[in-house]
């Protein structure tokens, strides 16, 4: 990482135009060229993703980024590495937004991906100071800067506890268009709950401008259904007590309350609480 670092804040020359005004709006420290002109999308998804869906993650990558559309991600193994390598391959510009500090690049096996997004233009980005270290708290404020530079974002790959649905959330959160892949039960479970459905790379076009094709419907699943019957119109519920109340991990029960309020069924509200929303 050759190229010279910069540390801008909001209000400043240089902030990106997409995060001013956006709550908590972060100090961001950075390596290369974070631009801040033309449509943006970020391609998020799964580490453990298989061989179709990281195939899927390169080509919709590539071709976005020979149309001149920055590719974010947050430059994890699986789906962010492959879509990080389909922009490079497609001749584009390409973000990194790290969870650590610019000084301790993670994952480690990613040290030579991101010298070269640097070197073809890109950028490395983080809110965190230099020095750094991975910590889990870290990677969910990552994903919310992830959504915050991206005009669109689409989930390729993700199981109903994946970490990429937290960079789902805060696109709703933050008013983002989002898409999905379907074939994978967190996508699937964004496309019943009304994420644009993105099968190949003309559909990403479509969802960019916000005239998507039209999701995949289905019935709600029982575990949907059980998590509405539990949670009331008036008193909220705290996601731990609802957690132990249906049995379920942690993980799995905010992919089914992703899928739910971006359906409209749930209301988050403060602390970490869910409401029933009013018919």
């Keep these: 990482m050759a190229a010279e ?7 400043e020359r240089g902030y990106p135009r997409r995060l001013e005004g956006v709550s908590r709006a972060p100090v961001l420290r950075g390596c290369g060229v974070l631009r801040d002109d033309g449509p943006a999308v970020a391609l998020v998804g799964s580490r453990a993703a298989s061989a179709l869906v990281l195939e899927r993650a390169a080509g919709l990558a590539r071709a ?25 391959a497609g001749g584009g510009h390409t ?24 070197a073809a233009g890109g950028a490395l980005v983080s809110r965190f100071p230099d020095d750094a270290t991975p910590r889990p708290g ?7 800067i992830v959504a915050g530079l991206a005009d669109l974002v689409v989930v390729v790959g993700a199981e109903r506890g994946s970490g990429s649905l937290h960079t789902a959330r805060a696109a709703v959160e933050l008013g983002r268009r ?15 709950a009304g994420a644009a459905l993105v099968e190949r790379e003309a559909d990403l076009a479509l969802a960019l401008a916000g005239t998507p094709r ?17 949670l009331d119109c008036v008193a909220p519920r705290a996601v731990d007590e609802l957690a132990d109340t249906l049995q379920l991990r942690l993980p799995v029960l905010l992919g089914l309350l992703l899928g739910l309020e971006v359906a409209g069924w749930v209301v988050p509200v403060a602390g970490g609480c869910y409401l029933r929303a009013r018919s």
């Design 178 to 192: 989002l898409a999905a892949v379907p074939g994978t039960a967190g996508t699937d479970a964004l496309l019943a």
């Design 64 to 88: 976005a980024a020979e149309q001149g559309i920055s590719i974010v991600s947050g430059g994890a193994l699986g789906v962010d590495g492959a879509a990080h390598r389909g922009a490079l």
């Design 5 to 11: 670092r910069w540390t801008v804040g909001p209000g």
């Design 95 to 118: 973000v990194v937004v790290l969870g650590t500090g610019l000084d301790v690049p993670y994952p480690d096996r990613h040290r030579g991906l991101f010298d070269e997004i640097v």
């Design 138 to 144: 870290n990677f969910v404020a990552r994903n919310r």
């Design 214 to 230: 039209a999701p995949i419907r289905r019935a709600l699943d029982d575990a949907e259904a059980a998590v509405i019957a539990a």
